[in-house]
Antibody, heavy 118, light 108 residues
Framework: QVQLQESGPGLVKPSETLSLTCTVSGGSISTYYWSWIRQPPGKGLEWIGDIYYSGSTNYNPSLKSRVTISEDTSKNQFSLKLSSVSVADTAVYYC????????????WGQGTMVTVSS | EIVMTQSPATLSFSPGERATLSCRASQSVNSNLAWYQQKPGQAPRLLIYGASTRATGIPARFSGSGSGTEFTLTISSLQSEDFAVYYCQHFNNWPPRYTFGQGTKLEI
């Protein structure tokens, strides 16, 4: 079955760009919907954006100006770049997928903690 | 923008009891509503989608109901492993956006 694994730096400096990668196994990235979701410590879940159908993207309007989601089909990976980060971007970042439902995330990565600090 | 509201923030129950969690949408979302369970240090797990369809492997004690603006997640007989935080989530077709409620913590 489809499995997801996040990777990337756990510490990013303010004003720099946060970069994370999600590696997909058990399924092709050219199929399904692939999202990034984050959760600040002790808080709720926030959808960042998604990529699907070989490169189409949607972004949360509140983050759209700073977010880029892309894919590398040769590696079966998709990536997140969040620019101009601040302390408010400190969170656990999850990659998630919609595989067997129409609009609910049925596959999740384990999450990776990213701290923004100088 | 559709806002999903879960209340109260915390609910207290004893094992074996029936628990009912609520999620309200600021405008009709038809049946486009999902529920997730999250335990400390873990990723969320999908429980219910389409308002009432159990995800693969989810025990029958979990059920979802509702449509329009009012939705309910019911756990018929609480087990110790059910004490966690529960989130509802909606997908808006246009502009495409997924929105989560703020969560309800189910505590013993």
């Amino acid at each position: 079955q489809v499995q997801l694994q996040e990777s990337g730096p756990g510490l990013v400096k303010p004003s720099e760009t946060l970069s994370l990668t999600c590696t997909v196994s058990g399924g092709s990235i050219s199929t399904y919907y692939w999202s990034w979701i984050r959760q600040p410590p002790g808080k709720g879940l926030e959808w960042i954006g998604d990529i699907y159908y070989s490169g189409s993207t949607n972004y949360n309007p509140s983050l759209k100006s700073r977010v880029t989601i892309s894919e590398d089909t040769s590696k079966n990976q998709f990536s997140l770049k969040l620019s101009s980060v601040s302390v408010a971007d400190t969170a656990v970042y999850y990659c998630a997928a919609i595989v067997a439902t129409d609009d609910a995330f049925d596959i999740w990565g384990q999450g990776t903690m990213v701290t923004v600090s100088s | 923008e559709i806002v999903m509201t879960q209340s109260p923030a915390t609910l207290s129950f004893s094992p074996g009891e029936r628990a009912t969690l609520s999620c309200r949408a600021s405008q009709s979302v038809n049946s486009n509503l999902a529920w997730y369970q999250q335990k400390p240090g873990q990723a969320p797990r999908l429980l219910i989608y389409g308002a009432s369809t159990r995800a693969t492997g989810i025990p029958a004690r979990f059920s979802g109901s509702g449509s329009g603006t009012e939705f309910t997640l019911t756990i018929s007989s609480l087990q110790s492993e059910d004490f966690a935080v529960y989130y509802c989530q909606h997908f808006n077709n246009w502009p495409p956006r997924y929105t989560f409620g703020q969560g309800t913590k189910l505590e013993i």
